[in-house]
């Protein structure tokens, strides 16, 4: 008898870029203890899973030749994780394919992004039965910021950031966001914190209390006020050129601009849609940064997308 194959499923699912991340000090477990406000943003990556006698991935799109297709690609990781998890561990026949939007060590969490919608995809293929509560505790292993990406909206995240509590965010804000040409290693931004402030420098941002209370009378002046990255001085610190970045956005007529996460992404939080339009445009020819994005937030994290949502077929690849 022939078995059924179930028709591949395409999740498409946000970036994040973090209004607050207040950095304690390193953990025994290696570890920053952290407190950060989390929004997920409607630039996205979609991806797609199916079964198949060739097990493997494919990346297409935003920063493809830098990602790994290997079992080190966290979107990978989460197969394996969820397989476990069911008692599938043989080799799991499943291809995954990658079509980025989201920058690539971007501080943008595009892979966490991936391994969420991996875990989403996977569910609905093998028709499982299991909540997205139990898909955040196998995320949470695969990295800090994936469970964010699962729930999507404003949250505030704490321990690594993978514990997460909704916060009410009444408005939809406007981003314009600057990709910078090379990304910046997650760990190493972490590290040259560390060594800042063994230094002496830099001081640290405070609660978080305002940015909630701003969220939720919805003005994006008043968050603007507020916007706060403790890993910003270290981001800037290897990468000086983004000071340049920051200034040339809140010049363009951004109401505030902060590094995104561990970089080197710059986020500018704009008045509405149109000045949001009108500063990117203007950053795009002040020649600071590779590439700019007009994005709203906040969006629901990774969902199955299906009708005249249904992905592209891949874009062919050109052998020279
Ligand atoms: C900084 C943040 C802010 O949202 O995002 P990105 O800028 O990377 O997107 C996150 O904390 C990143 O989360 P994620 O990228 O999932 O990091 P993980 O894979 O868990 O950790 C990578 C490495 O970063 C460091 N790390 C990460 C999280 C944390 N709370 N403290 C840390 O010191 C550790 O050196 C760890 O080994
Ligand atoms: N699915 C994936 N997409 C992007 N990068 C990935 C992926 N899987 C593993 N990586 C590796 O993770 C590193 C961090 O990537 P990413 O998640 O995009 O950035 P960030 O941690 O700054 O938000 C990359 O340099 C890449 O080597």
């Given at each position: 008898m022939l078995a059924v194959v179930p028709p591949p499923v395409t999740v498409r699912v946000p970036a994040k870029v973090n209004l607050h991340l207040a950095v304690d000090d390193l953990r025994e477990d290696g570890y920053h203890e952290l407190v950060t406000v989390f929004q997920a943003l409607s630039l996205t990556d979609e991806v797609t899973v199916a079964v198949t006698e060739e097990p493997g991935l494919e990346v297409y799109g935003e920063g493809e030749g830098s990602v790994?297709?290997?079992?080190?690609?966290l979107a990978w990781r989460a197969v394996e994780a969820l397989a476990a998890h069911v008692g599938r561990?043989?080799?799991?026949?499943v291809r995954v394919v990658l079509r980025k939007g989201i920058p690539v060590a971007?501080?943008?969490?595009g892979g966490s992004a991936d391994a969420a919608a991996t875990l989403v995809g996977l569910a609905s293929l093998w028709n499982l039965e299991i909540t997205r509560d139990e898909l955040a505790g196998i995320a949470a292993g695969l990295g800090s910021d994936v469970p964010f990406a699962l729930y999507g909206g404003t949250a505030l995240g704490t321990g690594r950031g993978e514990h997460l509590v909704p916060v009410l965010s009444r408005h939809t804000f406007h981003w314009v966001l600057a990709f910078d040409s090379e990304g910046l290693s997650t760990p190493k931004v972490f590290k040259e914190l560390d060594r800042l402030r063994a230094a002496g420098n830099p001081p640290r941002i405070g609660s978080h209390t305002p940015v909630v209370e701003a969220l939720a009378s919805g003005d994006p002046r008043q968050l603007a006020l507020l916007l706060g990255n403790d890993l910003q001085a270290a981001a800037v610190s290897l990468r000086p050129e983004l000071r340049r970045t920051l200034r040339a956005g809140v010049n363009a007529g951004a109401l505030a601009g902060t590094v995104s996460g561990s970089g080197p992404t710059c986020a500018f939080l704009c008045e509405d849609a149109q000045s949001a339009v009108e500063v990117a445009a203007e950053l795009s020819g002040a020649?600071?940064?590779?590439t700019v994005r007009v994005a709203h937030g906040p969006v629901p994290g990774a969902r199955v997308v299906g009708g005249d949502d249904a992905p592209r077929p891949a874009p062919p690849r050109v052998h020279a």
């Open positions: 790994p297709t290997g079992p080190e690609n561990a043989e080799e799991p026949k971007g501080g943008m969490a020649g600071v940064c590779r």
